[in-house]
């Protein structure tokens, strides 16, 4: 398979802490994604990095790519109650389809 | 959700039945894809559509069919033949996939299927 993985599985903080969360993956990439899920929702688009950037920057959400260890992190700062939900990294090696790891499920204790 | 309808929320079926999930986009997107989540599961790609009249299977076909007669439906039929059905279905559409070009996915609200 060539799903990802999150990592941590489960991750709990306080509001205000930031939250870390990994991803590793099999094969060479175009871009990763990192999604985000509300409990019995869909999934909702955070931001796309490509095979060719390092890191990127969106509001409150910063993501690495390090396409040597086949890994990627996405920190949330100064978490928020509102935060709490699944997070999936995706990742499309061959253009035409997407493989979803198995998430981290995120709880922010207010 | 995006643009993106599923039909209906909760659907319950009994065994052996078919049963059709409904998915509509209104953003003009050419790919659909769809989606089966279990409890503590990442997503598993059953169908995907890159354009109207053609679908390929994703990982976990068996027991599932599909069909894109129009763009803006892509309509799944769980068989009697899919023997562990119960699970979270989610749809999903992005612009056409070209390679290197940037392709995120709209999902739909998903319907929860349960097998009685």
């Known amino acids: 398979s060539q799903q990802g993985e999150e990592d941590p599985q489960a991750l709990s903080i306080q509001e205000g802490e930031n939250a870390t969360m990994n991803c590793s993956y099999k094969?060479?990439?175009?871009?990763l994604q990192w999604y985000r899920q509300n409990s019995g929702r869909g999934l909702v688009h955070l931001i796309l990095i490509r095979s060719n950037e390092r890191e990127k920057h969106s509001g409150r959400l910063r993501v690495t790519l390090d396409t040597s260890k086949k890994s990627s992190s996405l920190l949330i700062t100064a978490s928020r109650a509102a935060d709490t939900a699944s997070y999936f990294c995706?990742?499309?090696?061959?253009?035409?389809?997407?493989?979803f790891g198995t998430g981290t499920s995120l709880t922010v204790i207010p | 959700d995006g643009g993106i309808t599923q039909s209906p929320k909760y659907l319950f079926r009994k065994e052996g039945q078919n049963v059709t999930l409904s998915c509509e986009q209104n953003l003009n997107h050419d790919a659909m894809y769809w989606y089966r989540q279990d409890p503590g599961q990442g997503l598993r790609l059953i169908y995907y559509s890159q354009i109207v009249n053609d679908f390929q299977k994703g990982d976990i076909a068996e027991g599932y069919s599909v069909s894109r007669e129009k763009k803006e439906s892509f309509p799944l039929t769980v068989t009697s033949a899919q023997k562990n059905p119960t699970a979270f279905y989610l749809c999903a559409s992005s612009i056409r996939v070209l390679r290197d070009s940037i392709n995120e996915q709209f999902f739909g609200p998903g319907t929860r299927l349960t097998v009685l």
């Open positions: 995706a990742t499309d090696p061959e253009g035409n389809q997407f493989y």
């Open positions: 094969t060479s990439i175009n871009n």
